[in-house]
């Protein structure tokens, strides 16, 4: 469980799975997988991929499973409107206000788990040799695009990667994905190590939502960026 303090206060758990790539889906630690989630394992090309997802999908369903009481084999997740993962109701339980979100990258895998409020989380593996500049008018609002001008050269692909991190984890708490676009908010220039998120524009239906979420960055292992996100008040999740 990774030590994300204010995260923590708000009752979100944060877990961070390393990834054995020498391990084979026939192997019994994989044995708690829906025939959905193996069958979604086999269509990956990439052994590693199909590894990052099995494994992520394994750390899951144990860590819904402590908190809700069931068998974490017993499990069943469903997509809501919108193609987000949940817990579904099983065997004469009803779905439990559960909400979790995971990424993944490299050797490692985010999990971020809570009741009652909405959250999302994104890892990232730090490229040195990313042309971060080409990518920064998708990613940067103006704030940002400042910020990290004013920075010293070397460290300015680092910050490209917290941009990237919070701003994914935020959007993905609040359900929408970076589909709409990421410049419509900024996330530099926060305190204690924590994105703060004023938002540039109300153009958007989403930017009136998304000042009710907090987020932090995460202390994960070197070459890594990370971030979660979560709802500021709790949120009732429809059953």
């Known amino acids: 469980m990774l030590n994300v303090p204010h995260a923590y206060a708000a009752g979100v758990e944060l877990l961070c799975a390393t990834f054995d790539f020498r391990m084979n889906l ?56 919108v193609g987000r993962p949940r817990l579904a109701s099983t065997k004469g339980h009803m779905r439990i206000p559960l909400d979790f979100n995971v990424s993944h990258s490299g050797q490692h895998a985010l999990i971020a788990l809570a009741t009652g409020r909405r959250v999302g989380v ?28 004013a920075l010293p050269a070397h460290v300015r692909v680092d910050a490209f990667y917290d941009v990237w991190t919070a701003k994914e984890a935020l959007l993905k708490a609040l359900g929408i994905g970076i589909g709409r676009g990421m410049t419509w908010f900024s996330v530099l220039g926060g305190k204690q190590g924590e994105p703060l998120v004023p938002v540039i ?23 890594y960026s990370a971030c979660v996100a979560w709802s500021r008040d709790n949120i009732v999740v429809e059953l």
Not at 50 to 74: N, P, Y
Not at 132 to 148: E, I, K, M
Not at 209 to 220: G, S
Request: hydrophobic content about 45%.
């Open 201 to 223: 524009s109300k153009q958007m239906h989403a930017a009136c939502t998304l000042t009710a979420f907090d987020a932090a960055w995460c202390i994960v292992p070197a070459g």
């Open 26 to 81: 026939h192997e019994s630690a994989f044995a708690v997988l829906s025939d959905e989630e193996r069958t979604s394992a086999a269509r990956f090309l990439r052994h590693e991929d199909a590894i990052r997802f099995a494994t992520t999908r394994v750390v899951l369903r144990h860590a819904l499973a402590k908190r809700s009481g069931l068998a974490a084999d017993e499990l069943r997740l469903q997509r809501d409107e």
């Open 122 to 149: 994104d890892i990232e593996t730090r490229r040195a040799d990313l042309n971060w500049q080409t990518l920064s008018t998708a990613v940067f609002a103006p704030q940002d695009a400042s910020y990290v001008a």
